[in-house]
């Protein structure tokens, strides 16, 4: 601010600020320490009460209670201020005397006059005021006189616009009537009593009266459409679905009736025909090589593993080793022998060996066959 | 049968005959070691050297001193110190004071059965001597050349524990020898047996079942003992998948093989096969010789790399799984 601003301010009376402060002060705590009020009464039980009359308005918090919809409004008053009310008698600002001015709106919804048979129709009778809710207690509504239409139920209801004041207070009746009748109908004025804050005088408001024209009843199509559309839809998934199903078990019973492929054992046996083969082309040596490889592939079946690497003593360890029946085991390594002499020993084969040894691999093929399914009954067991 | 064949094995079943008596006559004295005796024997059929790790306690010498009883052959044994020279091996010259000459005094390697306890103890000059004559099988002391006598079997032991101070047999010193056997100790079984049997400190006594001349007859049947094409593939097969496992689909193993074995290891496989095959009497070899003498033939014979060495991978190892990677016949 510097010197000069300093110099400037200091121009001012000191006292004359500090007299306008204070009377501010004093008019600011008067008008809000102490609140207006009407006359205190007192109730059956000597328990002091405050009423009040239309158009006074109390300073503590409101709370308006909504009936129909239990809601609950509350405007707290805050005193920015403190207050600095003395003891003595209270300002108390004059209360109005004017009743609150009440209105009547009735509608339509929809706002229409012909209505179709097997339609709905809603009615809308709306109370309003200027003031707090309690200034106007409406009571229950008579019975609506109507032609051709009938009650289906009513919702009351209020609210209050805005918050604050002025506010105004609404009460809706929402009537739902439907058409019984095709031709005119009306709906009678309704009567809707009330009273004013209190007064004991039963004062009504009347409704506006409505003619219709009822129209004969008008199809959905709209909906009945849809309804198609929506049933076509789920009958042809439902179609489909069991189209699907049908194809599967039509699929399960033809796949039954596929004979399953054969068991390694069984192609093994198709095998021998090569090695048969062998025999007779004059490679006996070549023959009984592709006799123990076959043996040791029929036995890895059987016994699992990979026995190209196990010698034929080794395989006859392994045999003696595992569950198998002694015939199996014998046959095998007779087999198993009869190769490594051949291969290793120099034999010569006579015909009646190659054609033993063939029949010796089938019925070991067999009995290998055999042990297999009797294993799996045993799992069964 | 072929007739060859058929003859090879009526000789075989003939000539194989001392065998199971030599093998329980050794088991008189010897609980178990069954596979030892049966390498000593091959050793002897083969006219292959023998190298034998093992702790010490585990009856090698005992075993050896038997056998040569039992076949009536001299034996010596030898310890082998770092301050052994070659002529207390092979011998040397003594000059004789009475008629002014000098004359070759044998050495103790002029035995049948040679047992070279702890070879590895022995300066290079001295195995460099013994090898010589496992070789050639002959001495030159001076100017004298001396034959070994037949059979001659020389079993050189390595102590596994203490390699301190010790001279390492090279590489190509160790290939050789035509086994290399690892003996380690008996089961609670044998281990009770031998205390029934030798705890009081008295050892059985055996009897002489087959002179020398036998084996060498036995030698020349064993080397008639057929074997067949595949037989031979198998071998070669097992040898070249040292040099180059990869061609066998032991990819892993060629960061650990230094060296593979050498065609000497083709030649003791085989023979050693015939010999098994021999001790089975049998006159034809099947590829389950192949495989039990396999692993006495080959482990000494692959050399490791140091990464096969910093993975704890030894020749027995990669022998192993090369026989179980190459298809057996």
């Known amino acids: 601010m510097g010197r000069a601003g300093r110099r400037g301010w200091s121009k001012v009376p000191s006292l004359l600020r500090a007299r306008h402060w204070l009377i501010a002060v004093v008019l600011l705590a008067g008008w ?59 300002i108390v600002p004059p209360a109005p005397s004017v009743a609150p001015t009440v209105s009547v709106r009735s509608r339509l919804e929809p706002d229409q006059r012909r209505f179709h048979l097997g339609g709905e129709i809603a009615l809308f009778v709306e109370l309003s005021w200027v003031g707090d809710a309690g200034d106007v207690a409406p009571e229950a509504p008579e019975e609506p006189t109507l032609m051709n239409l009938t009650k289906k139920g009513m919702v009351q209801s209020s609210r209050i616009l805005p918050q604050g004041s002025p506010q105004t207070v609404v009460v809706t009746y929402h009537y739902i009537l439907e058409p019984t009748a095709e031709g005119a109908a009306s709906i009678e004025p309704i009567q809707i009593p009330y009273r004013l804050r209190g007064g004991s005088d039963l004062l009504r408001f009347t409704s506006d009266r409505f ?12 909906k009945i459409l849809f309804g198609a559309f929506a049933t076509v839809v789920v009958l042809g998934i439902a179609t489909a679905a069991a189209m699907a199903t049908a194809a599967r078990i039509r699929r399960a019973r033809e796949a039954a009736k596929v004979p399953p492929p054969p068991s390694p054992l069984e192609q093994m046996k198709a095998e021998l025909g090569g090695i048969r083969r062998l025999f007779t082309e004059g490679a006996a040596k070549d023959a009984y090589d592709s006799v123990e490889r076959f043996i040791r592939k029929a036995l890895g079946l059987r016994l699992g593993g990979d026995l190209r690497y196990a010698t034929i003593s080794e ?67 | 049968m072929n007739p060859e064949i058929q003859a090879i094995n009526e000789r075989v079943k003939e000539e194989s ?13 010897i609980v178990g070691q069954r596979h030892m005796v049966e390498r000593l024997l091959i050793g002897l059929l083969c006219n292959g050297h023998i190298l034998i790790e093992g702790v010490p306690g585990l009856a090698k010498t005992l075993s050896v001193r038997t056998l040569a009883s039992i076949i009536a052959l001299r034996f010596q044994r030898m310890q082998f110190t770092p301050d052994l020279l070659p002529a207390d091996l092979i011998g040397t010259m003594i000059y004789q004071q009475h008629d002014g000459k000098f004359v070759a005094k044998k050495g103790p390697v002029f035995a049948n059965i040679i047992l070279a306890d702890e070879i590895n103890r022995a300066p290079a000059k001295v195995q460099s001597a013994l090898l010589e004559a496992m070789q050639e099988h ?52 044998e281990e009770w047996a031998i205390l029934e049997r030798m705890g009081d400190g008295h050892i059985p006594s055996v009897e002489v079942v087959i002179r020398p001349e036998d084996i060498v007859r ?29 061609q066998f689909g032991l990819s892993n193993l060629e960061n650990f093989i230094e060296y593979g074995a050498s065609p000497r290891a083709t030649l003791y496989l085989a023979q050693a096969a015939r010999a098994h095959a021999f001790l089975r009497h049998r006159g034809h070899v099947i590829p389950d010789d192949i495989k039990s003498v396999g692993l006495d033939v080959l482990r000494h014979r692959i050399i490791v790399t140091y990464e096969a060495e910093a993975e704890e991978l030894t020749g027995e190892d990669i022998v192993r799984k090369i026989f179980d990677n190459i298809e057996a016949p």
Do not use: H
Request: glycine content about 6%; hydrophobic content about 40%.
């Open chain 1, 32 to 90: 809000t320490a102490t609140p207006p009020a009407a006359y205190v009464g007192a109730s059956s039980d000597d328990r002091p009460i405050t009423k009040w009359l239309p158009g006074e308005r109390k300073p503590e918090p409101t709370s308006s209670a909504l009936p129909s919809l239990g809601l609950t409004l509350t405007t707290p008053s805050v005193s920015i201020l403190p207050s600095l009310a003395t003891t003595g008698p209270a």
């Open chain 1, 211 to 222: 003619a219709l024209t009822i129209l004969p009843r008008r199809w959905p199509w709209g």
């Open chain 1, 315 to 381: 395989l006859g360890e392994r045999l003696a080793n595992e569950t198998l029946d002694s015939a199996v085991r014998d046959r095998a390594a007779s087999i198993l022998d009869r190769c490594a002499q051949v291969k290793f020993a120099g034999y010569v084969p006579t015909v009646a060996d190659q054609d033993q040894t063939i029949a010796d691999c089938r019925l070991l093929l067999d009995d290998l066959e055999k042990k297999d399914e009797g294993k799996g009954l045993k799992d069964e067991l």
């Open chain 2, 17 to 29: 005959r001392f065998v199971d008596r030599i093998v329980g006559e050794i088991g008189k004295v």
């Open chain 2, 138 to 189: 002959q001495v030159t002391i001076g100017e004298c050349t001396f034959p070994l006598p037949e059979p001659f079997l020389v079993l050189a032991t390595q102590n596994p524990i203490e390699q301190e101070g010790t001279y390492p047999l090279p590489e190509a010193q160790i290939d050789r020898f035509m086994l290399k056997l690892n003996i380690t100790y008996p089961n609670k079984k």
């Open chain 2, 218 to 246: 036995a030698r020349a049947v064993v080397s008639q003992i057929y074997i067949d094409d595949k037989i031979k593939e198998y071998i070669i097969n097992l040898v070249f998948a040292t040099r180059e496992p990869k």
